[in-house]
């Protein structure tokens, strides 16, 4: 079986490093390549990185941060935000991208996720799925979350399953930046709704939040953004207390800056 995994999600807004609730961004942390060094020493087993700019002024310098960062990185990184074609795509990749991350495009045409699937390989596509509650049911939504989709997200889940995606990366955005944990029922009813990897996000306060996804949640993997910029060494805490309640993760293992990454893939 294989071992659970404990990500971090960087929210790049031209420039800066930021933290989101509620899906509105809010103050500016640091910088990428600060926090990707800090994740990287400290166990961290894999990098989100989401371009949530609101507007392209600083889409070059995005490539060129992705570019450094892999440079500096043993562990796979994943990049979404505003990847609408493939050529996109084959640029992240070949910038070192592990992984890239499909949104908004991919429900506007799905066959996107098949194209990407079909030319760079189930396990490099992973389809982001923003949903909220609303009057007991959850939607889909769009746009940073700015624009509802109808989308019932298990069904949405199951579909881009079909379609070619290796992964599924869900956010609750009523929990985002709440501190009260993942919402459980959410997670659950993706997780056990298809036979691909499933990442939790959104609302992580506390280290048990993370156990809470994987036990309860039946995600395969738990992904934070703004209690890691709270703690000091708070990956290596967290695995830590993930490992004394019975989750299988990896140990902490600790990287130096410019460890050679592996696998490479080539495009």
């Known amino acids: 079986m294989l071992k659970k995994r404990l990500i971090a999600c960087l929210l790049w807004n031209n420039g800066n490093i930021v933290q989101s609730i509620g899906f509105r961004h809010t103050n500016s942390v640091g910088n990428a390549i600060t926090a990707v060094d800090f994740f990287h020493t400290w166990a961290i087993d894999e990098i989100i990185i989401l371009d949530v700019s609101r507007d392209d002024t600083q889409r070059e310098k995005f490539f060129e941060i992705i570019q450094e960062l892999s440079s500096r990185l043993f562990i796979p990184l994943t990049i979404g935000g505003k990847i609408r074609d493939t050529q996109t795509m084959r640029r992240l990749f070949r910038l070192g991208a592990d992984k890239i991350a499909l949104n908004t495009e991919a ?33 889909v939504y769009i746009k940073q979350g700015s624009e509802p989709t109808g989308l ?86 967290a695995k830590d207390y993930m490992l004394t309640n019975g989750i299988d993760v990896r140990k902490p293992v600790f990287y130096t800056i410019n460890t050679p990454r592996n696998p490479k893939y080539a495009v």
């Open 152 to 237: 019932d997200p298990v069904e949405w889940a199951k579909t881009a399953e079909q379609k070619g995606a290796g992964e599924i990366f869900l956010t609750s955005i009523d929990r985002d930046g709440s501190r009260k944990g993942y919402d459980l029922a959410l997670t659950k009813n993706v997780s056990e709704a298809v036979n691909i990897p499933v990442i939790a996000s959104g609302g992580v306060g506390e280290w048990q939040h993370f156990v809470d996804g994987i036990v309860q949640g039946r995600a395969d993997a738990v992904c934070a953004a703004n209690i890691f910029h709270y703690f000091e060494q708070s990956t290596k805490k």
């Open 107 to 139: 429900v506007k045409n799905s066959l996107l996720i098949t194209e990407a699937a079909t030319m760079f390989g189930n396990q490099a596509v992973v389809v982001s799925i923003d949903a909220k509650e609303k009057d007991g049911e959850y939607k």
